[in-house]
Structures are given as C-alpha cells and as structure tokens.
C-alpha cells in the first residue's frame, strides 16, 4: 500500500482506490473518500480519478481491503494491557509449567509490590487441580501473588496478598486451599490493582488500545464496576482516550441503579450506561454459573451463584428506563438468564413494552440460552453480547463446557443461529483478556461454531462485529462504510474474498457476482487471517503497520 506525501493534518479529504471497499452502498466498490471524519463517496475506480485533484492525499490500496473498523463489545482494558505486559500464564500445558513461569516472572520482576498474573486454565492441564497455596508460597519465594483464573471469576493468591486484606478469612467466597470466589475474590482483587501506580494502570490502558488497534479494532466497550476496576481506573481510561489518539472507548458501569440520582452518577463517571457485568451469576469455569440443574463434574447438587434475582433485576431495568440511561447484565447460566428474562418482563409490565424495547438493554454472555428464552429477548429487544471464541475455547465433545454440564447440555450453548433467526441484535466482544482480541479470529469461531446447527455466516458474524457494536450503545448510523457514516475504517492485506454461509448452496449461489453480496475473506480454519496495514477512527490514522 502507498500513498502520497502529503502533510499529517487534521481531517484531511482523502481518496483510497485500488483496492476491494466493502460496502453496502456498492457491493463492487474500489474507491472511498473520507472527508471531515466521514464518508464522502463510495464507488468505483473509473469515478474515482473525479475526485483525484480535489483531495488533500491519494492513498493507493495496491489491492487491499477496506472494511469498516471493528468494534469489540465486550473488553476489560486495564487488566488486557497488564495481561500483556505482565505474567502470561495461558500458554501453560501443565501446573508445573505453570509453576515455573511464575518464579521465573517473580525472580525477572524484584520491583513489583505485587505480582500480576492471567490465564492459568486447570481443566486443560493433565493435573486437573489449580495450584495449591503452599506450591504458590513456594514457586512466588513469599511474595503477594494474584493469578486469576482464564474466566476471571476465581483466583488463586499466596499467603502474602491475603495478608494485605484484613477479614479476608470471613468473606464469602474464601477457601483454605482452593481458588477463591465471590466477595473474597473481589477484595483480593482491589488489593492487588489498588497496589499499581496511577502510571502503571495507564501505561497498561495505553499498550492494551496499541495493541486492539493493530488489530483493526476501531471501538471498544469497556465494562467496568466496583466489584470489577474501580472509578479511578474507569474514569482515567476514558479521559486517557478521550485525549490520545486511539479506538474510541464507550464505558459501562456496572452498578445498580435505584433511582435518578443513581442513574446522575453513573453519567457523571462517563458511562454510556449501568451495564456490563452487572453480575446476575458467575462463569462456568469457576462452577459459578447459577443453573437450573446440578452441574456435572461440581459438589452434589451444586448449580451455581445467584447474585441477583428477577425482583433486583425489575427494579434495576425500571430506574434505568425511567432515566434514559441503558441497564444490561452479566448473565451465563440458563437459571440466571431465566431470571434477566423475568425481570426485565416485570419492568415491561410497569412500563409498557415498547418503553423496554427503545432503551435497547442488553445482556452480557447469554451462553445457556434455551428456545423459551430466545424468543424473549426478541420480545423485549434485548442486545445479546456475546464472545463467539468462548465456544472456540471451551465448546466441543471434550471441551470444558461439557466437562461442567455434560455433552448433551453443552451442545446447547451459545446459539448464534438461533438468535438471528429470532431477530436478536448481536454484538459481538472477547471479554479480553478472558479470550483475546481477535477480530477476524471471533468471526471465525461463530462462522465454525464448534456445534454445527449454532454456525451463522462470515458475513452475519461480521456485521455483529462492526456494526452490532454500534447498534448495542444506541447507534444506528455507524459501523457501516457508507455516505455519512463516521469514517471508522481498517484496511487489510488478505487473499481472494469469499462468500462463506453455513449452507453450502447459499454459498455457492452468493459467490455468483449477479448476486451482488460483497465478498470477505476466507475464513476457514487453518487458512491465514487478515493482517492490518491501517486502522483510522474518525478519519485520523491510530494504527499504520511497520514497514508498509
């Protein structure tokens, strides 16, 4: 890709031709002019050499991409950047590996007050155990240790950082030996994250926008809450993005709201809405989902954590609506979901229906969907958020979800072709650093779902990854490469573009260029994802690959 000389200046007018525009406004487009931060023009290159001597910069896309920038809905930025730039536990095959890269972190880190780590997952280790406190002590040579489990609903911690917080012990969630949940897995949390250096949170916030930018990822929803971050980090993670160049980050606060004065304060703190993981149950993983029936592989009769129940849930959807202001859950397990269902009716029986509908509230994960349950959130205009690499991850005959409830029940999660054809809004997200970003990747695991009737087209899942993320905080004119639209745009170096569907004659018949369905790329396991050469947010360029 090369372009002109032209001086960097502030919302230049800009011509990209020679390459593929994806673009609903010209499924054949070649050419795009951006001009003030939006779409000016999309065609063909023929129309484009009009419009070659007005502009301030001519790029030449030497046949690359342009779609638009992808939005992940779902993104936890502070602990993404420390993720990547701290202990990175998710590579580890077995806890002795696991082990050893902590005291080799510990012993490379003397200076750290505590020691940051992410991603260790026991269900894929041949132990099956998560590592015990004394081999934590030991391996961390009697530091304060934090290791989150890969869901982020449990961790496990030494002697040393459970030291830092007086009454720990009492705490619901706390266990001798074992990883610790509920109000002691928040608490440790906060000790941990309140010992980082206000310079520390944002060089992290600063590596973790670096890094979803390279990736095409022009917006992200961040989803904080007291029992998550705190408002310090939440509010300097939006003035930080507010103020550099970077993805626009849209913040949810996951607090619940009584009444206007509660809905005034999450505005007050930048939130676009009292959302995100507000926690109606836990993870799978953690054994904390609230389920209907046991789990397969937990304590007898075990089915999970209920944090809110549907009354909590009525009044918290009421106040919001009444305020304006957008409401939404962390919700996994099909009995925590039965409960958003309930309360979120409740409220539209208050309110009136149509009252629900606008606000576009939405719902966090939504894995244990059942068809009942479905066809209410296309009732109520429910936004599901959801992550399709948790299935990449997790799903299949072997996977941890079926280790958890079973082969049968397994198989009953995350269905993606359900909910379109419901007509649910979806939006899709990584909840990084749970799975990490991944644009193309997330795309990928919906278009393969591991179970085959859940899979939905590369082009539906694309649209849930642009333009749903936009619809899910209320917009409608974005996330889409058209005349008008904000010009937030990657550009990719990729190979032939494809038109893949889960039905192989949908396929077939869409390649047919009479059919006029733009082409994406080829997302077949094993084949190469895209590389990003350029990603622009409001016509400024936050992200230009080296040496391009």
């Avoid at 795009?32 to 779409?39: A, K, L, S, Y």
């Avoid at 670096?210 to 961040?222: K, M």
């Avoid at 959302?275 to 109606?280: E, I, N, P, R, S």
């Avoid at 991944?438 to 695991?445: E, I, K, M, Q």
Wanted: glycine share 12%.
């Amino acid at each position: 890709m090369t372009e002109s000389t032209a001086p960097q200046s502030e919302h230049r007018t800009v011509l990209l031709r020679g390459g593929d525009v994806h673009s609903p406004a010209d499924p054949f487009a070649t050419a795009m002019v951006v001009e003030r931060g939006h779409v000016a023009w999309v065609g063909s290159e023929g129309a484009a050499d009009a419009f070659a001597s007005g502009v301030d910069e001519v790029i030449d896309l030497d046949g690359a991409l342009v779609t638009p920038a992808f939005t992940d809905a779902h993104v936890h930025t502070t602990s993404t950047g420390l993720a990547l730039t701290g202990l990175d536990l998710s590579g580890a095959r077995t806890l002795d590996e696991a082990l050893g890269l902590l005291r080799a972190y510990v012993a490379g880190h003397p200076a750290d007050r505590v020691v940051l780590g992410h991603g260790w997952d026991a269900a894929r280790w041949p132990e099956q155990r998560p590592p015990s406190r004394g081999e934590l002590d030991a391996a961390a040579g009697g530091r304060p240790v934090y290791l989150p489990r890969v869901d982020v609903h449990s961790a496990v911690v030494t002697t040393a950082l459970l030291d830092l917080v007086p009454g720990v012990t009492g705490l619901t969630g706390h266990h001798p030996d074992a990883p610790l949940t509920g109000a002691a897995h928040h608490a440790v949390r906060a000790a941990a994250h309140d010992a980082l250096s206000p310079g520390q949170r944002a060089d992290a916030q600063r590596a973790a926008l670096r890094h979803a930018a390279s990736l095409g990822i022009g917006t992200v929803h961040e989803c904080g809450g007291p029992d998550i971050s705190d408002e310090e980090d939440f509010a300097g993670l939006l003035k930080l993005a507010a103020a550099e160049r970077g993805p626009r980050v849209f913040g949810y606060w996951a607090e619940q709201v009584a009444d206007e004065k509660d809905a005034r304060r999450i505005r007050e703190l930048g939130a676009v809405g009292a959302a995100g993981d507000l926690f109606v149950d836990g993870s799978l993983g953690s054994h904390t989902a609230c389920l209907h029936e046991p789990y397969a592989d937990g304590p007898a009769g075990g089915r999970g954590t209920a944090h809110l129940d549907a009354a909590q849930i009525a009044a918290h959807v009421t106040a919001c609506t009444e305020a304006g202001l957008q409401a939404g859950f962390h919700a996994i397990g099909d009995a925590a979901l039965s409960a958003v269902v309930d309360g979120v009716r409740a409220a539209a029986q208050t309110l009136g229906l149509p009252r629900i509908r606008g606000a576009r509230h939405r719902v966090e994960h939504a894995e244990m969907l059942t068809p009942e349950t479905v066809a209410a959130f296309a009732e109520l205009g429910l936004t599901a958020s959801v992550q399709p690499a948790f299935d990449a991850a997790w799903g299949g005959e072997k996977g941890m979800y079926a280790q958890r409830l079973g082969v049968e029940r397994a198989r009953t999660l995350n269905p993606y072709a359900a909910l379109l054809r419901a007509g649910v809004p979806l939006a899709f997200g990584s909840d990084s650093p749970v799975t990490p970003l991944d644009p193309w990747g997330t795309v990928r695991a919906a278009a393969f779902h591991r179970t085959s009737e859940h899979r939905i087209s590369v082009r539906a899942g694309f649209t849930a990854h642009t333009r749903g993320g936009w619809r899910a905080v209320g917009r409608d004119d974005a996330g889409t490469l058209v005349p008008g639209a904000p010009a937030d745009y990657a550009v990719w170096r990729t190979a032939d573009l494809v038109v893949q569907a889960p039905d192989d004659r949908v396929a077939r018949w869409s390649t047919d260029p009479r059919s006029g369905t733009p082409g994406l790329p080829d997302l077949t396991p094993g084949v190469d994802l895209p590389v990003c050469l350029r990603t622009v947010v409001f016509g400024r360029t936050v992200y230009e690959r080296p040496n391009e």
